[in-house]
T-cell receptor, first 110, second 115 residues
Framework: DAKTTQPPSMDCAEGRAANLPCNHS???????VYWYRQIHSQGPQYIIH???NNETNEMASLIITEDRKSSTLILPHATLRDTAVYYC???????????FGAGTRLTVKP | DVKVTQSSRYLVKRTGEKVFLECVQD?????MFWYRQDPGLGLRLIYF???????EKGDIPEGYSVSREKKERFSLILESASTNQTSMYLC??????????????FGPGTRLTVT
């Protein structure tokens, strides 16, 4: 699976959009981009995933560049409860596990 | 909603004890996983299972074994607990990808302390 690079930490003001970047320059054509988050003392939670096209669900939007070498997770109106570690994972579509890196620690401030 | 439950949130055991961590999922998922999470090291895969009685080693299987006798239950066993196995243990389950992307559902975690 391709490796990912994320900033270790970010801050965001409550009510503003949080834009979390992820670089995956070695991504292969059959690899998906997944985003999970982990709120303190809880298990990771799936947020969204995509292959080529931008995706949106009730939690977030995922923007993938045309060359697929990077992506951005967007939380449109961040709340204090969105404070968590966000993981960007690139993986092929098979039965294997998820390889979690260090992620980005997002702190939403009042 | 998929529910993944783990037998204990907090557990304290002594060095040399045999420890069982239980995980149960209620959505008939074929795949189940055990991870441990340590500060600065992220999540690391210990073992996973694609089906009943099947198991595969992950990245750090040493000192652990697993058991999957029923589809909904995946147990992690520490044969002789050691202090370096003090960690947060996370269980997850997922459907097979079957040509479409899969996603994992995690339990709340068990924080194990070995003294």
């Amino acid at each position: 699976d391709a490796k990912t690079t994320q900033p270790p930490s970010m801050d965001c003001a409550e009510g503003r959009a949080a834009n979390l970047p992820c670089n995956h320059s070695t991504i292969s054509g059959n690899e998906y981009v997944y985003w999970y988050r982990q709120i303190h003392s809880q298990g990771p939670q799936y947020i969204i995933h995509g292959l080529k096209n931008n995706e949106t669900n009730e939690m977030a939007s995922l923007i993938i560049t045309e060359d697929r070498k990077s992506s951005t997770l967007i939380l449109p109106h961040a709340t204090l409860r969105d404070t968590a570690v966000y993981y960007c994972i690139v993986r092929v579509d098979n039965n294997n596990d998820m390889r979690f890196g260090a992620g980005t620690r997002l702190t939403v401030k009042p | 909603d998929v529910k993944v439950t783990q037998s204990s949130r907090y557990l304290v055991k002594r060095t040399g004890e045999k420890v069982f961590l239980e995980c149960v999922q209620d959505m008939d998922h074929e795949n189940m996983f055990w991870y441990r999470q340590d500060p600065g090291l992220g999540l690391r895969l210990i073992y996973f299972s694609y089906d009943v009685k099947m198991k595969e080693k992950g990245d750090i299987p040493e000192g652990y074994s697993v058991s999957r006798e029923k589809k909904e239950r995946f147990s992690l066993i520490l044969e002789s607990a050691s202090t370096n196995q003090t960690s947060m243990y996370l269980c997850a389950s997922s459907l097979p990808s079957l040509g479409g992307p899969g996603r994992q559902y995690f339990g709340p975690g068990t924080r194990l302390t070995v003294t």
